[in-house]
């Protein structure tokens, strides 16, 4: 008789909250990081209180990139508060799910579902979002939890909005950070 694997709550990848997005000293920060950075600590809280996993997504830019490994810009936001336990999975493109070890994380849980959020919203999450499609997985994005940089002919808070629309249009399950994990953030 095959036992079949049970199907675990969701897992949250947080993806590409990393120093340089946050710091200032390259570029300017994610729009409205303080607040971003409160949000995803309260959905991280939420999902550790859940019993979910959380891992990290860290983009590893080329040499000379603000976001190359080793340089400042590169690790993972302290201020997240990530813990030993919660893995990190290194990509070189806009596509979370192009580092094949997420995939098996996630499998090895038995979760048919991703919880996402991170920056930047026009790139490596609505790639992360594809890719998690692509690979058979439900997903939510917390809608309040990612972000981006104003573009010249689009300001961070339009493009944030044109994709929640586009994400939902898609087939993918949008929730505000209180709604999700029943506290305001």
């Known amino acids: 008789m095959v036992q079949e694997k049970p199907i675990r709550p969701a897992p949250v990848i947080v993806i590409d ?14 729009h409205d ?6 949000r ?32 400042p810009g590169w690790p993972v936001w302290p201020a997240l508060g990530q813990t030993d336990g919660e893995p990190t999975f ?6 979370a799910f ?32 594809k890719g998690a499609m692509s690979s058979g997985l439900q997903v939510t994005v917390v809608s309040d939890a990612h972000s981006t940089l104003d573009q010249p002919d ?11 629309a586009q994400f939902a249009e898609a087939g993918v399950n949008l929730v505000r950070t209180e709604v999700l994990t029943g506290s305001r953030a």
């Open 98 to 129: 192009s580092n094949p070890d997420l995939g098996r994380w996630i499998e090895e849980q038995g979760a048919t579902e991703v919880v996402l959020l991170g920056a930047q919203t026009d790139f490596c999450v609505a790639a992360t979002v």
């Open 40 to 71: 995803t600590r309260t959905v991280i809280n939420w999902a550790r209180r859940e019993g979910r996993k959380v891992a990290f997504v860290r983009h590893d830019g080329p040499p000379g990139d603000p976001l190359a490994p080793g340089e």
């Open 90 to 95: 290194s990509k070189k493109v806009g596509d």
């Open 154 to 164: 689009e300001a961070a808070p339009a493009i944030i909005n044109r994709y929640n």
């Open 17 to 30: 909250l990393q120093t340089g997005m946050f710091d200032g000293i390259v570029e300017p920060p994610l």
């Open 33 to 38: 990081a303080g607040r971003l950075t409160e």
